[in-house]
């Protein structure tokens, strides 16, 4: 029961807290296959100051942004590959993913997190080792339903979750931005 109150107590104070940063920095290989956490999320959540949607939104978009930035940054997985198979059935995609996990090239490429909140803005920024992507092109195909086959939609789920997206090093960064509301 006293661990339970605690947990209350800290979880109440964080409602408080105006400036948290946190740091994370692993390689493609230690990164797959997990869920990472996005512990100020939920702590924001319980202490009030967002709601369950906004927690949700934002998970999802945080867990997109950084499967992105694993396969298709890191591993250099390209998207249409999921829509080509093998004798055995087996998508190129899948079999390309197993293959560069065992390539020290790709999978000790590393990925770098950046958590911060300060003044009401969370603010997560990704930062993977690939080659990049031309996303200003990718960003005005998008709004081209037409070209949109089974995959494609991870803007969308960013947006979603988050206020601000943006692109730096020719892709190779990306920076989410979630505006909390001053009242809480």
Known sequence: ????RLREDRDRLFRYVREQFTEYTCTSAELVGQRFPLMIVEKLFRAGRIDL???????????????NSLEHG????????????????????????????QD????????RL?????????SINI????????YKEYLSARDNPAKLLCYGRGMALLSNGFDEVSYQGRGTEINMVKYLTAGC
């Open 1 to 4: 029961l006293s661990e339970v």
């Open 114 to 122: 950046r958590i911060q909140l300060a003044r009401n803005i969370l």
């Open 104 to 111: 020290p090239h790709f999978s000790q490429r590393l990925i």
């Open 53 to 67: 949607d906004t927690k949700l939104k934002i998970e999802l978009g945080f867990q997109e942004a950084l499967v």
């Open 74 to 101: 890191n591993l250099e997985l390209k998207s249409e590959w999921k829509e080509q198979f093998n004798h055995e059935g087996i998508d190129r995609y899948t079999s390309t993913k197993r293959e560069r996990l």
């Open 127 to 134: 930062k993977d080792e690939g080659p990049g992507f031309l």
